[in-house]
């Protein structure tokens, strides 16, 4: 597994286009963000405080926006620990592989966009912390 760091993370700004009967924004793979993406999928209708996620990849890449309402993103490398607030749907965080990751604290109707360098492989997860803390002291 990778040895990233909650450094390693980075929230980016993308592209916004305005127009008065609404506004757009593309993502372009390899271009607007470091990869190319081969997933996709949003959460949606998580109740208000809850959690998703917390769990780490061995080499999927994610970048996370909130394409409505906000959460947080809980990054932990075994180490460090930092938290990113998302609310604007024209920034994302990228998370490299090896990084554990948990959204939390949703607003009411939130929606969590994902997009992922790779397509779903149950193996690429790591969903046990102590297994993750293990892996990273290797």
Known sequence: ???TTVYDC?????PRIYDPGGSITPVHGHKDIPFEIARVFYLYDVPGGESRGAHAHK????????????????LDDGRNKKTVLLNRPYYG???????WAQQRNFSS???CLVLASEEYDESDYIRDYSLYLEERNR
């Open 1 to 3: 597994m990778r040895k």
């Open 59 to 74: 080499n999927c890449h994610q970048f996370i926006m909130a394409a409505s309402g906000s959460f947080e993103v809980l």
């Open 93 to 99: 965080l990228h998370v490299p592989p090896g990084m």
């Open 10 to 14: 980075s929230v980016v700004e993308l």
């Open 109 to 111: 109707g939130s929606i």
